[in-house]
């Protein structure tokens, strides 16, 4: 490629190199017979050959280097098309490693987390239940204590008005005892005392009699 671009540009170089620019600083040689003139209209015929041919060989290598830059473009672009895919398979191949271990790292940690959340889930059940079933237990039993509380408040109440309907009983017959006591001392000193009357109409009678008799006695015997 390189060696073609320069072949050219040599060669242009040769073809369209204006001779006016290299007789430019030249000094006009001046004959005594005119031949200046002459030589000047023949440099002008030369110096518009010479720009038609600058101007093809400008065009020329204008499009030798434009098709050689499409080329050079072209596998310019071939090459980073290459590269790309390349950039882009090894990326899509690192990609998908990646996202196979994070896949795979979250896959054990989503069993992991199933495993102790099933775990933890089936020890909360069985706690749960066994919390039910303490709780029906306990229910069951503070419901029998209160039903037995209830019985021995019920019992109590009637021992308790059983005490009292003995108590107001005794207190009854201690009254009515008392009573039937006084009655009856009363009666007895009603009897006592007719019976002291009694005897002593009785002793009075008798000490009479014995009176009587020993007066008697006296008598008969200061009679007879």
């Known amino acids: 490629m390189l060696s073609s671009e320069s072949d050219p540009h040599s060669d242009d170089e ?3 190199c204006p001779r006016k620019l290299f007789r430019k600083d030249l000094p006009d040689q001046h004959t005594e017979d005119g031949s200046s003139t002459q030589n000047g ?14 101007n093809t060989g400008i065009s020329t290598y204008i ?7 499409q080329k050079q473009l072209k596998v310019k672009h071939q090459q980073l098309t290459e590269l790309t895919r390349g950039a882009l ?3 899509q191949k690192h990609i998908y490693k990646i996202w196979t271990s994070e896949s795979q790292d979250r896959g054990r940690a989503l069993e992991h987390f199933k495993d102790k959340m099933l775990e933890e889930l089936l020890s909360l059940e069985a706690d749960v239940t066994a919390l039910k079933n303490t709780e029906e ?15 021995h ?3 109590q109440e009637i021992r308790l008005r059983n005490l009292k309907l003995l108590h107001s009983t005794l207190d009854d017959n201690l009254k009515e005892s008392e009573v039937n006591a006084q009655s009856k ?5 009603q009897i006592m005392k007719k019976d002291m009357a009694a005897l002593q109409k009785k002793l009075l009678l008798e000490s009479n009699q ?15």
């Open 14 to 16: 040769r073809s369209f």
């Open 41 to 54: 209209e023949l440099d002008l015929v030369m110096d518009l050959g010479c720009d038609s041919g600058i």
């Open 63 to 69: 499009q030798s280097f434009g098709m050689d830059m």
């Open 89 to 91: 398979r090894n990326t």
């Open 137 to 151: 237990k306990s229910l069951i039993f503070c419901q029998e204590q209160l039903e037995a509380m209830k019985k």
């Open 153 to 155: 408040k019920v019992s």
């Open 185 to 189: 001392q009363l009666n007895l000193k």
């Open 210 to 224: 014995h009176q009587i008799s020993n007066v008697k006695r006296c008598l008969k015997s200061m009679l007879f």
